[in-house]
T-cell receptor
Framework: KQEVTQIPAALSVPEGENLVLNCSFT??????LQWFRQDPGKGLTSLLL?????REQTSGRLNASLDKSSGRSTLYIAASQPGDSATYLC??????????????FGKGTKLTVNP | DGGITQSPKYLFRKEGQNVTLSCEQN?????MYWYRQDPGQGLRLIYY???????QKGDIAEGYSVSREKKESFPLTVTSAQKNPTAFYLC????????????FGPGTRLTVT
């Protein structure tokens, strides 16, 4: 059974700092991995999606990497801003027939960027 | 604007009543999903549908029911059999491209007293 873990559960940093959020998964047979952002009381916003054949994806100040063999992904946020404060979730899609439609989520890392 | 709408944003019900949560998408996606989110537990899959008139149970389907009569709509009914219905409910749909990227609605917060 696939399990996804995000550590730390909460992180507080000063504005301008570069930071890394971690995601680990137990079964390396994944189809892809997706990073989301969730603001309090809101739905999830997709940030980046990495296919199993890719090593990283970039969007603006965000860079996500994937190491399937070690079961890890990181989300790097450059020059953090107070507007980046949110909960960040990662989710993996199981590979193989019949499983590619489901995502398994981590519990998220709550990020606070202090002005 | 293309997207996923959920209504209402907040819903209050008395224990023992069934309640239906609405989810509509205009993204032309075949697949749609319902998740439940509780503090400290992350998102858990309730039901999903890959095509009209077909749906499958997720990890926590007991006490819930769904229908998929139209491609755009995937309503979720929380029945009186659901023991702990108070939660934040999220609807999602995914692309038909090979990446199956998921997009989420704004959520409905259900409170049952």
């Amino acid at each position: 059974k696939q399990e996804v873990t995000q550590i730390p559960a909460a992180l507080s940093v000063p504005e301008g700092e570069n930071l890394v959020l971690n995601c680990s998964f137990t079964d390396s047979a994944i189809y892809n991995l997706q990073w989301f952002r969730q603001d309090p009381g809101k739905g999830l916003t997709s940030l980046l999606l990495i296919q199993s054949s890719q090593r990283e994806q970039t969007s603006g100040r965000l860079n996500a990497s994937l190491d399937k063999s070690s079961g890890r992904s990181t989300l790097y946020i450059a020059a953090s801003q107070p507007g980046d404060s949110a909960t960040y979730l990662c989710a993996v899609r199981r590979g193989g027939q019949g499983g590619s439609e489901k995502l398994v989520f981590g519990k998220g890392t709550k990020l606070t960027v202090n002005p | 604007d293309g997207g996923i709408t959920q209504s209402p944003k907040y819903l209050f019900r008395k224990e023992g009543q069934n309640v239906t949560l609405s989810c509509e998408q205009n993204l032309n996606h075949d697949a749609m999903y319902w998740y439940r989110q509780d503090p400290g537990q992350g998102l858990r899959l309730i039901y999903y549908s890959q095509i009209v008139n077909d749906f499958q149970k997720g990890d926590i389907a007991e006490g819930y029911s769904v229908s998929r009569e139209k491609k755009e709509s995937f309503p979720l009914t929380v029945t009186s059999a659901q023991k702990n219905p108070t939660a934040f409910y999220l609807c999602a749909s995914s692309t038909d491209r090979e990446d199956y990227e998921q997009y989420f609605g704004p959520g409905t917060r259900l409170t049952v007293t």
